[in-house]
């Protein structure tokens, strides 16, 4: 076993993996293009989804800053070929070449935040080919699990502040997150897709996430009574605390008590900041505390809920009047279970080898990855609001009144409408290996709030939502089905 | 933003994270508890789950090493302090305390590997109040992932070994798992499970876990021709070669192909290692595929299959006469997603202070928790089949006779059977913050595949299982009844 060297990033200040964070048939293709002589030819990939997760209308795409800097910074170190020595499978000319191998590749992509769709390239690799592999495993694992966890937030986000009273999110899924690391990816793609504040301390520090927190259950049982219990934690903070109700009982025990302390607190010239509810019926108990804070004459006293919640719990607590003003968000969020299936299944697909089309069939035709270099355009109307993607060749751009055709299928054709104006969203995030792009995780942030006001209607309903248009150009969807079928015709030969 | 310092673990050679990755909520109680002088106090908190993952009749406990190794190595960097300071939330008289803080509690736990149910302790901290709230986070994140991930790949490794002709699994979820660490985090779990080998490089680096693959899409359209991609893969590793089938055509192409380079390379005194079909219906293409390569005198060409499967997809090509003898698992493996929901409810409850029993009763008496000291202990019949658990009061024993009841629900009684030993599976790990306890993870794998053997029979069914036994003896019992009574009582007062 060897000691493979981490890197903490002083920009994104997270633990990057080194190249070694790879499958291992990478690193045999690798050995096989190189000593083919194949290796420097020119590749272009492109990482896309097939289906937005949640069964839901978009994605929220994130990650892109962490990998970027693995891109920068992937190396072999000496005690990473030492190890790859150790496995038979290499021989000592080939780990000679690794050595000084490095990411030198250009790679365009949409920039964090943005609302993305099925079916188009998210992100392209163009360089050298055995470095467009090497880099596959990485920037699927960390593209795939951030842009999962922004999109899973943006849905919880979006739930909360339908509200007529408004709403926000807290992520507390630390516990429950899938590692110490994948707790801060999902602090980090959350914060992407709109959630508040974590309680995750250490992405905090890390990304400059505003923390919030409460206090658990171990502390009241800590102290002769609740009373006492909320009475200390009110002393320590008194203009920053919020009362755990659910001890023993929220509504006999945990409001009383946190009454008697917020008009403590109020004659001392402070205030109590929230109650929290994590158990019971949360609807009918956030309605009924909501009135007796009112009652009380404390109505900034804020309603904090959890206990398993998603963004259908949200909407069924506020369909049923429920007064929620911040959703403590943590398995759910953390790690994208439910529908999600914990897992955003985007793939990294060679489409271009030194100018030439390539592509893959497979037995089901839906897999089939759309060739070429190509550009994304994306379409707004009049008012501001997206009209669809259109994916083209290279140098093409959409012209109102085209054909365009459904990526999955060539037989759903639309006609581009008049008066949309079009835009390539995707910038060049590196070229030469050297990164070209560079922003604050706000920045992201900001830019998923306002994509998705631009969505059409229906886009962001959580069951059924509209299906945004991403179509294939005219042109690229006649070279994808002449490439298709020289395929067929030439399957089995030599 | 700071800077927290990383650990990366000589002895398990894994990325720590540091003893800033806790929610707020720990740092703001510490705090108090250290305020109001009650940090000192002993403290035991119980670590457990309410139902097993995957709706299944068991847990593979998983993690353990790492956790210690996070509770050796916890600390507070000055650039953290810096950070809490920075919060607001935090004096310097309670920082210079914490400057100093080091975990020196002792921790009882099932060895890892060990196979686990619900409601039992699996893990127990006794020390100082405010060095048991703080660990919380982190030991929850790490237990709660690599047990989920352990159970999953115990249970796909059955569905495979269920096979009249055997059947193996390679993990390859690199891709699609929850960032570069949960990568990890899940390779070395499922190592734990039971899986043969993986594709991560870097976790076969850091864990010696065997390193596993075959080719991607991308090789194959790499070349002028798919038998050109199969020779030049064949050249490279001619005793070590499988060949992926489904680029172009599984059976019309892919096959065929294949069988020329087997050929090729018999007439060259080496053998083709494997096949592998990764699109369309497992089961009948590995049949075919199976009888072609007999057909041909290939019988010891191994037949890989992948393309999102899971225990249930596994029996169901098993089922139906399928001949796969190595299953690639990927995204529901390293993720626990479909059923499990991507994560394990584990919980960390207060249970005793100072030597006093307490516990949380909340809204629903199936959470309340379990409390005071307390033993495990496991019953073997005279056949060395497990009879059930039984947790007791810190210094009884299990007898023969005893009316044992659910700690979910007090009306559901056993009696203990005549001729069962019983002996505590718990280990201490931790005494004064020293570690106790270190295996190779080997052992670990080891003990869940003999303790899965010894499991009543049809607890490692997948749906529908036996429900193992779990019980409180009748003394642990009765203290909970009288303690939940005593509560209630004085619910609401001072």
Redesign the interface.
Known sequence: ????A?T?D?RS?R????A??????????M???W??G?HE?T?T?DLYYRRNPFRGGYGVWAGLGDAVTFLERARFTPA?LA??AD?G?FPDDFLAALADWRFTARVDAFPEGAVVFPNEPLLSVTGP?WEA?LV???L???L??QTLIATKAARVVGAAASSPHGGTVLE?G?????????????ARAAFVGGVTST????A?????IP?????????V??FP????AFR??AA??PD?TTLLL?????L??GL??ALTVARELQARGHALRGVRL???DLAYLSRTVRARLDEAGFPDVRIVASNDLDEFVIESVIREGGRVDIYGVG??L?????EG??????V???VA?NGED???????PA?ASVPGLKRVWRGEGADGRLVGDVITRDRQTPRAGEAVSDPTNPLRRITLPEGASWRDPRVTVMDGGERRWSEPLEAARERARTDLQRTPEGTTRLLNPHLYRVSLGAALAEDRARLMEQ??A?????
Chains 1, 2 share one sequence.
Do not use: C
């Open positions: 076993m060897t000691d493979p981490l903490l002083p200040a633990v990057l993996p080194p070694l964070f790879t499958d291992l048939y990478q690193l045999t293709m050995h096989g293009y000593r083919a194949l030819q590749a990939f990473d190890f790859l496995t499978l080919l592999q596959e495993t990485a699927l694992n960390i795939n699990f507390f630390a516990r429950r997150a899938q590692g110490p690391d994948g707790a801060l990816g999902a309680s995750n301390v250490l905090g520090a890390r990304y400059g923390l919030a927190g409460t206090h658990a259950h171990a502390w049982e800590s009574s609740e009373l006492d200390a934690y320590l903070y920053a659910d001890t023993y009982d929220t006999a025990s009383p008590n994590d158990s019971g398995t759910r953390a790690t994208g279970g439910g299936g914990g897992a955003l299944g985007g990294y697909k060679l080898l390539r592509m893959k069939l497979t037995g089901d897999k395929l067929r030439r399957m089995g030969g030599t």
